[in-house]
């Protein structure tokens, strides 16, 4: 699978009926569960933390969708830093559905899980937000994740330009690699763990329009972003990160 093919995604029609909306929505949050994708995020986010000397910090997620990988980086955070953890989206079904997802959180009852959960050292919100129009905005660590592959070269390198000018500390990209073993994962992955036809469609055609390593860094060069590092992890995708 060499050459990216730009296809437009059911869900990001602004016409989708939004009970179809949140069925996707929680198709894609068994498919992050899945990935362990706040796992990865909360493990960079830690490291930059720790690079900069700060036990606080402030977290936004563009595109957060569903605000599962939100809401999971916090829990992830929780009584290791304090964090201030956002998430914008165009959606407001999907705000609407993060917003009610984080409010039905039982903290007490993962306790468990994860040690010394402490709510009042986590915020979590959400809002309905156009990334171009937030002209104050000001984040530590800024991320987006499944989200760059949605647009052309020239928008990925305008999203970049403004993590980048959004962001005090750092920007991260999580995202899927495009290749051939991607599309035979969503393919079956999104059968296997959604019976949304907008995730069974959705999913592959994700692999087919995202970017690989080495352009995704091309298009980090451009935004103004040097140095990034770059590594994948399982399910053929990968890490992109630039320090301020």
Same mark, same amino acid.
């Given at each position: ?7 437009? +995604? ?16 929680? $198709? ?9 994708? /706040?796992?990865?995020?909360?493990? +960079?986010?830690? %490291?930059? *933390? ?12 563009? $595109?957060? /969708?569903? $605000?599962?990988? *939100?809401?999971?980086?916090?829990? &992830?955070? *929780?009584?290791?830093? +304090?964090?201030?953890?956002? /998430? #914008? ?64 070269? +020239? ?22 690699? &495009? @290749?051939?073993? $991607? ?30 390593? @080495?352009? %995704?860094? /091309?298009? %980090? ?5 040097? *140095? ?13 990160? #630039?320090?301020?």
């Amino acid at each position: 699978m060499r050459s990216r093919v730009l296809v437009p +995604e059911l869900m990001d029609d602004p016409a989708i009926d939004p009970v179809e909306h949140r069925r996707a929505l929680n $198709g894609l949050r068994r498919v992050n569960k899945l990935c362990q994708t /706040g796992k990865h995020l909360a493990i +960079e986010i830690l %490291a930059i *933390a720790k690079k900069n000397n700060r036990n606080s910090i402030s977290i936004l997620d563009i $595109g957060c /969708g569903s $605000g599962d990988v *939100a809401i999971n980086v916090a829990r &992830r955070l *929780a009584g290791r830093i +304090e964090c201030a953890v956002t /998430g #914008w989206d165009i959606s407001q079904t999907a705000v609407d559905c993060a917003a009610k997802d984080w409010a039905a959180k039982d903290w007490a009852e993962q306790s468990h899980r994860l040690p010394a959960i402490k709510q009042s050292i986590v915020q979590v919100h959400f809002q309905q937000v156009d990334v171009f129009q937030a002209t104050d905005a000001r984040f530590d660590v800024v991320y987006c994740c499944l989200f760059l592959h949605h647009f052309t070269e +020239e928008q990925a390198v305008q999203v970049l330009t403004r993590m980048k000018q959004i962001a005090s500390m750092a920007v991260v990209v999580d995202d899927l690699v &495009r @290749s051939r073993l $991607g599309y035979v994962l969503a393919q079956i992955g999104c059968q296997l763990l959604s019976r949304s036809p907008v995730v069974h469609f959705d999913g592959p055609q994700s692999v087919r329009a995202a970017f690989t390593e @080495s352009e %995704a860094l /091309g298009l %980090a060069d451009q935004a103004g972003m040097k *140095a990034c590092s770059v590594r994948r992890h399982w399910p053929e995708r990968y890490l992109l990160r #630039w320090d301020v």
